[in-house]
């Protein structure tokens, strides 16, 4: 019953800052108009490897709508927050494994994020420009589990951004390079075919593609199911790298406050 009550808890926290938050809904659903209104000056160029106009408006559309539980995860999932005020050290002795507690923990800020911000600019969308929704079920399954799967990589990832902290007085930096790679390599702006080549085939070798790429295609119904299998082997593997960065700290904490 821990992990339930730690997703309550942290999803009953954001529930104090809704007015401020959303403003952050409304400026982020501008700035997917804004990239709406930017592919749309520029026409339907030759060479869109199979896409339209409109199914490339509809991809920015709905990446920025779940960029919010894709992307926007907690930085470091607050490891570095907690090791600078020596709170790590209490956290590493409670009777349940850190990284599953900061994990529920984060499921929590995702749920918010999900209902309070993905929703309504996923709304607007529909309602401003179009965004088709799918009638299939299956679509709607599909869709739902890939976009669970790119919130647990980014929860695994940033964990492991996190972790860092334990050896460096600032692992912030590590934050901004995973969401400067992600923005490029995860095809948030423009789907990853449209990459130069090197750089298509390099992103091919990480599990950005899983994040945004790969969930916004099944949705439109421009890849099949089974594109986002290379996300679970991506998830199986982060997983046990933050099992196995946890059982390293354990045996070496440094904290720089407390």
């Not at 700035?31 to 930017?38: A, E, K, N």
């Not at 607050?78 to 494994?97: C, F, K, N, T």
């Not at 492991?160 to 590590?174: C, D, K, M, Q, R």
């Amino acid at each position: 019953m821990l992990f339930p009550v730690l997703v309550k808890k942290a999803f009953s926290r954001n529930l104090q800052y809704r007015s401020s938050h959303a403003i952050n809904t409304v400026a982020s659903a501008m700035f997917g108009l804004i990239y709406v209104s930017i592919w749309k000056g520029i026409g339907e160029p030759a060479g869109m490897n199979g896409y339209s106009l409109q199914n490339v408006i509809h991809y920015v559309a709905f990446n920025q709508a779940v960029l919010w539980i894709t992307l926007f995860i907690t930085n470091g999932l607050g490891i570095e927050r907690s090791v600078r005020s020596g709170h790590i050290a209490l956290d590493l002795m409670r009777p349940v494994h850190l990284f599953y507690q900061l994990m529920g923990r984060e499921w929590g800020q995702i749920g918010y994020q999900l209902i309070y911000k993905t929703v309504p600019i996923y709304f607007i969308y529909i309602w401003t420009i179009g965004l088709p929704v799918p009638t299939d079920a299956a679509t709607w399954i599909f869709t739902l589990t890939s976009l669970a799967s790119a919130s647990y990589m980014n929860i695994c990832i940033n964990y492991l951004i996190g972790v860092t902290a334990l050896w460096t007085t600032e692992s912030n930096w590590l934050y901004w390079v995973h969401f400067s790679v992600s923005s490029v390599l995860s095809g948030f702006l423009v789907p990853i075919e449209w990459l130069p080549d090197w750089l298509s085939r390099i992103s091919a070798w990480t599990p950005y593609p899983y994040m945004q790429h790969v969930p916004s295609k099944i949705y439109l119904g421009l890849a099949p199911p089974s594109t986002m299998c290379g996300g679970f082997l991506w998830c199986a593997l982060l997983t046990a790298l933050c099992l196995a960065a946890t059982a390293f700290v354990r045996r070496k904490v440094e904290v720089q406050g407390g």
